[in-house]
């Protein structure tokens, strides 16, 4: 009863392998670049503006990130990034105005003050303006045809999440990349300037000098985004990367909206950075 088989005493004396557990890779990182903003606005809006040659223009302008991965495994990290974006774009219509002689203030630069709603890609907007006089006219009253011209400065802060994706993993000289991410927005402020406005009159001209004021338009301060991205790290150091990034930004939901008008914003976006890699 105290034999023990052979097969019995190496069951006893020999214990399987222990692996040790491996351990997450964890990257930080700063990107600055470029971002096009590219307005997504309503057929109804356009349309309905279109008898004012309702126009705007998209822009370029800079954008600022910093990130953070963490590692899966060889192919996959998960990542969150906070964005910076600053753009100036413009806007412009025309619109008929009555310049009437009997309501210009008696100063030494006579001035006549008007409160009008421009239209934007944001929304019609309260702006208040004022033209001055070079001379004498003939008529108490003057009917004008007035291209008006806007500008409008945007900062937006962003929080996106997802995965990166690396087709042929991460232990390379070279890696290339693929991203899937969604974002959380906050449109900080977009304000609004009257960059010039054409009378097509010698007599009456914009005072530019004057006080105009352009009152910003009521927004969706929160939307949100689906991103799909490319990249591609080239290893300086051991865990030190320099990054090109490109992203595409879909708008999932209006900036503005106002009945059938909205408009939302999808972005291109080009970047550089530096990540770095440790294992805690």
């Given at each position: 009863?105290?034999?023990?088989?052979?097969?019995?005493?190496?069951?006893?004396?020999?214990?399987?392998?222990?692996?040790?557990?491996?351990?997450?890779?964890?990257?930080?990182?700063?990107?600055?670049?470029?971002?096009?903003?590219?307005?997504?606005?309503?057929?109804?809006?356009?349309?309905?503006?279109?008898?004012?040659?309702?126009?705007?223009?998209?822009?370029?302008?800079?954008?600022?990130?910093?990130?953070?991965?963490?590692?899966?495994?060889?192919?996959?990290?998960?990542?969150?990034?906070?964005?910076?974006?600053?753009?100036?774009?413009?806007?412009?219509h025309n619109s008929?105005?009555?310049?009437?002689?009997?309501?210009?203030?008696?100063?030494?630069?006579?001035?006549?003050?008007?409160?009008?709603?421009?239209?934007?890609?944001?929304?019609?907007?309260?702006?208040?303006?004022?033209?001055?006089?070079?001379?004498?006219?003939?008529?108490?009253?003057?009917?004008?045809?007035?291209?008006?011209?806007?500008?409008?400065?945007?900062?937006?802060?962003?929080?996106?999440?997802?995965?990166?994706?690396?087709?042929?993993?991460?232990?390379?000289?070279?890696?290339?990349?693929?991203?899937?991410?969604?974002?959380?927005?906050?449109?900080?402020?977009?304000?609004?300037?009257?960059?010039?406005?054409?009378?097509?009159?010698?007599?009456?001209?914009?005072?530019?000098?004057?006080?105009?004021?352009?009152?910003?338009?009521?927004?969706?301060?929160?939307?949100?985004?689906?991103?799909?991205?490319?990249?591609?790290?080239?290893?300086?150091?051991?865990?030190?990367?320099?990054?090109?990034?490109?992203?595409?930004?879909?708008?999932?939901?209006?900036?503005?909206?106002?009945?059938?008008?909205e408009t939302r914003?999808?972005?291109?976006q080009i970047s550089?950075?530096?990540?770095?890699?440790?294992?805690?």
């Amino acid at each position: 009863m105290f034999l023990s088989t052979e097969k019995e005493i190496h069951s006893i004396h020999v214990s399987p392998e222990i692996k040790p557990t491996q351990k997450r890779e964890y990257t930080f990182g700063v990107r600055t670049g470029a971002t096009f903003w590219q307005h997504r606005i309503s057929n109804d809006y356009t349309s309905d503006l279109s008898p004012f040659d309702f126009n705007y223009q998209d822009t370029w302008g800079w954008q600022t990130s910093l990130l953070f991965n963490i590692e899966l495994n060889n192919y996959f990290d998960v990542f969150a990034k906070v964005q910076f974006e600053q753009v100036k774009t413009t806007s412009g219509h025309n619109s008929t105005l009555i310049y009437d002689v009997l309501e210009e203030d008696n100063s030494a630069n006579p001035l006549n003050g008007y409160a009008l709603n421009l239209a934007t890609p944001y929304g019609l907007s309260g702006a208040t303006f004022n033209f001055n006089r070079g001379q004498t006219l003939a008529t108490d009253e003057v009917n004008l045809l007035v291209d008006f011209d806007s500008e409008h400065s945007i900062r937006n802060f962003s929080l996106p999440i997802g995965t990166v994706i690396y087709p042929i993993g991460k232990k390379r000289k070279f890696i290339p990349s693929a991203s899937l991410g969604f974002g959380i927005n906050y449109l900080a402020k977009i304000s609004n300037e009257i960059q010039s406005i054409e009378t097509h009159h010698d007599a009456i001209q914009y005072d530019d000098s004057g006080s105009s004021t352009f009152v910003s338009p009521d927004l969706e301060k929160w939307h949100f985004d689906y991103r799909l991205g490319l990249g591609l790290k080239y290893e300086l150091q051991r865990d030190l990367h320099l990054q090109i990034n490109y992203d595409w930004t879909r708008g999932l939901n209006p900036i503005y909206k106002y009945e059938n008008y909205e408009t939302r914003i999808d972005r291109h976006q080009i970047s550089l950075g530096l990540t770095k890699s440790f294992i805690p």
